[in-house]
């Protein structure tokens, strides 16, 4: 092999270590980092759970200052995100009674689900779990809904038994596995879900997009990072 083709081949290979590490660093800068981590769901006993007659979930201290609402599909990846980087900053801001969080779940990635309807049963899970009052362990129930135990559109999907599995470990009670394992909610939480849905687009004025974050009819940036500060300040 000549010196020329050598020299060649090894400014080819340079240039591709250097793509490659410079792709690292982009990656690396773009991985978004998450608030309060180590903080974990709600702590307070203080805090309740309320399930509100249109199926939305109060989650918050009676004395709280500030409610926001956030519309989630229970499939959503971009749900899960939100979750996964501010859900411990949202519990904490709950705990001290900055923040109370409305959660309007929707239904419309039902099928984009192995079972074809996932994201009903998912939410009626959390209606089941809302419903047992306590604050913590809903809150518990549903950080681990959305992040860890979140399947991926199109791959298998969580039973209402192992729904109620992870309900379990959050600490719900015996009648709240009851009703989540037996779908008690399912046939409610899919009219309370379409309607959600509804609202949502109609406040977005067009189709319907999750997440969403409101303080009343204004619509909060998610993407700005310091978002759960601002509102809570």
Same mark, same amino acid.
């Given at each position: ?8 081949l090894?400014?080819v $290979? ?7 590490v410079? $792709? ?6 773009d ?63 709950? #705990? ?19 079972? =074809?309807?996932?994201?009903?049963r ?22 681990e ?11 298998? #999907? ?5 729904l109620?599995?992870i ?10 596995l ?8 399912v ?21 319907a ?9 204004? =619509?909060? #940036? ?10 809570t300040?």
């Amino acid at each position: 092999m000549s010196s020329v083709t050598t020299y060649a081949l090894g400014g080819v $290979a340079l240039a591709l270590i250097v793509l490659i590490v410079i $792709a690292a660093i982009r990656w690396g800068r773009d991985e978004a980092t998450v608030r309060n981590d180590g903080y974990g769901p709600v702590r307070d006993p203080g805090v309740g759970a309320v399930l509100e007659q249109d199926g939305s979930i109060l989650l918050g201290r009676p004395d709280a200052k500030k409610t926001i609402d956030i519309f989630e599909d229970p499939l959503c990846p971009g749900c899960g995100n939100l979750e996964h980087i501010y859900g411990q900053e949202i519990a904490q801001k709950i #705990d001290e009674g900055k923040l109370v969080v409305r959660y309007r779940l929707v239904n419309f990635l039902d099928s984009r689900s192995r079972s =074809k309807d996932y994201s009903t049963r998912a939410v009626a899970a959390n209606q089941c779990v809302a419903q047992g009052g306590s604050g913590s362990v809903y809150s518990k129930f549903h950080l681990e809904l959305f992040t860890t135990k979140r399947p991926s559109e199109g791959g298998a #999907d969580l039973t209402n038994a192992e729904l109620a599995a992870i309900a379990g470990d959050a600490g719900a009670s015996e009648s709240v596995l009851q009703c989540v394992s037996t779908g008690a909610k399912v046939d409610s939480a899919r009219t309370t879900a379409k309607a959600q849905t509804d609202a949502l687009g109609a406040a977005l004025g067009g189709s319907a997009a999750t997440p969403a974050v409101f303080e009343g009819t204004t =619509k909060v #940036d998610v993407n700005a990072e310091d978002w759960v500060v601002s509102l809570t300040n």
